[in-house]
């Protein structure tokens, strides 16, 4: 049983290095290099070029969808501003009830329940 371990081992091996051979070879830049640098077939009307090429409906679609996210990260902004007032009034919402109930207390007065709403925005 050992002898086949050790020849188990060694077949995983082999296969390995052949894997990363493979690898290497396929990722090689020089070989990208030399693609480079080959004859334009005739149906190639130049050399070619690394720039990407897009079609003008790509690049239309493209600024429709940059206007758009322009105006939706405009709308969060101002959304965002609108959140934090909101939270800012109930904080000072709370503050006032507080205050109020110690009031009441310190004339032995029942105090005002707090809305379950404003606890989340609880100072304390």
Do not use: C
């Amino acid at each position: 049983m050992g002898g086949e371990n050790g020849a188990l081992g060694v077949v995983i091996a082999v296969v390995g290095v052949i894997g990363s051979i493979l690898v290497a070879r396929i990722s090689n830049p020089r070989d990208r290099d030399q693609d480079d640098e080959r004859e334009p077939t005739a149906d190639e009307s130049g050399p070619r070029s690394s720039e990407l090429k897009v079609s003008p409906e790509i690049w239309r679609r493209f600024t429709v969808l940059e206007t758009k996210v322009d105006h939706l990260t405009a709308l969060v902004e101002e959304q965002r501003t609108k959140v934090s007032t909101l939270e800012r009034l109930l904080r000072l919402a709370l503050r006032i009830i507080r205050r109020a109930n110690r009031r009441l207390r310190a004339a032995e007065l029942p105090p005002e329940e707090v809305p379950a709403e404003l606890v989340p925005y609880s100072i304390e």
